[in-house]
């Protein structure tokens, strides 16, 4: 291998390869070491194969512009009813429990077997979605620009105004409905939000309210409270460590082992019926979920502009450089503010790398996070269609002037995140 300053030849094609010090070297014409860590998040391979075969269809559909709407289809349908099956089982555990009370004698036994019908009922229910007690809240007289700029997306996209800004030291942006009454809020991971330019800023909020205004976040409800029913029903049907201990202490005892026996009979039968039931709800609602993105996705090249939401996109890949520079800048840098690193490191990227990034979305496939399209599509979509200009711009003062609405709630999370290190 020949080198000389900042060059170097790929020992694959040899074509010459451009070193840049910190970053990984690869080669853009073969893809040489393009992914040097490989996936630490290991799919099944079915799972794998069927959303790269939803991803590149669904694509197919919306780059051809047939889909419109976000709409009523078969696979929305399909999620609801399989989610309501779900939801219904607490109830039914509930009334099964009352009903024993009244109508099973004799007393001693129906007391004790209504108390586990019930027991299990309320340990089914559906929850509400929470907001994780570490988020800094930001209310609308805390930030008049921020909610200002806000309130101008959602009418853009067509949506209710957001209730409450939640800030916290994740590197995303989310959009969620909390408690029974389903208020809108918005969560603004730091990591993620410092790094982005005014303009990706409207594109990231204008994708998250474009969620709001889709109905995919008490869509997301419904589905989310039936799988965590799912949950609650395979920890109570899968062996645990717990039965083998008992299993060991029967032994230890030279006491009947036979229910623990029973037990694994049990979950053999009914393990499997939930597992697969899982499975049945995750293949449903993977379609709509990753057509939710694509629709999110073009809400925001309308309200933000293409260029910058592609743009956003592709700095959202920089979600972990933005964290760990954070994490770095806590713990070591004295003398420069943590969100001001942030900001470098991701200023600081190479276009190569954000390319090289681009590459290793495509190459896994899929996200991490598989509710979400491979990102090299996603930006790949909104460069597709016909290029559409701003319908709300956020101008450099107001930007600045958000930066300093947030500064104390920032503070606060920057502090217990140094906290937690
Ligand atoms: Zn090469
Ligand atoms: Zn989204």
Redo the contacts with the bound molecule.
Sequence with gaps: MQTEAGVTRCPQCAQQIRLDPGYVTWCDQCDWNVDPTGSDHQQPAWRVKLEHQLADTLYRELENGRIQRPGVDAARIAAYLLSAVLLVLPLVALVGGVALLVFYRPLWLSIPLAAIAIAIGLMLRPRATRLDPDVQLVFREDAPVLFGLLDQIAAAVGTTQVAAVALDAEPNV??VRVGWRFRPVIGIGLPLWTGLRPQERVAVLA??L??GRNG?ARHGWVVDAAESVLEQLEAAFTEQPYDEYKLDAAHALGTDTSTSHLTRVINSIVGPIIRGYAWLLDRVSLRGNQR??YL??RTAAEVAGSEAAAWALERTLLGDTSYRALERALRFEKDLPPLEAVRRAVAETPKREIERRLRVSRLRETRTDSS?PPTYLRAKLIRARPATSARVVLGLNENQAIDQELAAAAEQVLKDLRGSL
């Design positions: 989310c959009f994708h998250e474009g969620h995919d939710a993105e999110a996705d979400h």
